[in-house]
């Protein structure tokens, strides 16, 4: 079993910025990937930003997104970060993160999500 803990989430001003932490832990073999998705009220979870943990890392951003925020990663400690900066009313959701994650209990990879952190934009 794998578990994902988020941290950082908050109220911020526009022009903002603010910086999102997820630790995964648990029984884990490998990452493969990790990633952000947030979630507005009446919306569909859309992909905010993905980081491979192979190699170089390769990333992928919504447009939404680009320019302004920053996915990063610690392969030694299993964390992915988000940066935000700019950060405009339309950024307010509840900010996931998820993980591709082979653990050592049972075969995968299998995808986790962490419990999220809501992220408020306003004046």
């Known amino acids: 079993q794998v578990q994902l803990v988020e941290s950082g989430g908050g109220l911020v001003q526009p022009g903002g910025s603010l910086r999102l932490t997820c630790a995964a832990s648990g029984s884990i073999f490998s990452v493969n990937a990790m990633g952000w998705y947030r979630q507005a009220p009446g919306k569909q979870r859309e992909l905010v930003a993905l980081i491979t943990f192979i190699g170089a890392g390769a990333t992928n951003y919504a447009d939404s997104v680009k320019g302004r925020f920053t996915i990063s990663r610690d392969n030694a400690k299993n964390m992915v970060f988000l940066q935000m900066n700019s950060l405009q009313p339309e950024d307010t959701a509840v900010y996931y993160c998820?993980?591709?994650?082979?653990?050592?209990?049972?075969?995968?990879?299998?995808?986790?999500w962490g419990q999220g952190t809501q992220v408020t934009v306003s004046s």
């Open positions: 998820n993980g591709i994650v082979s653990a050592t209990t049972i075969r995968g990879p299998y995808s986790y």
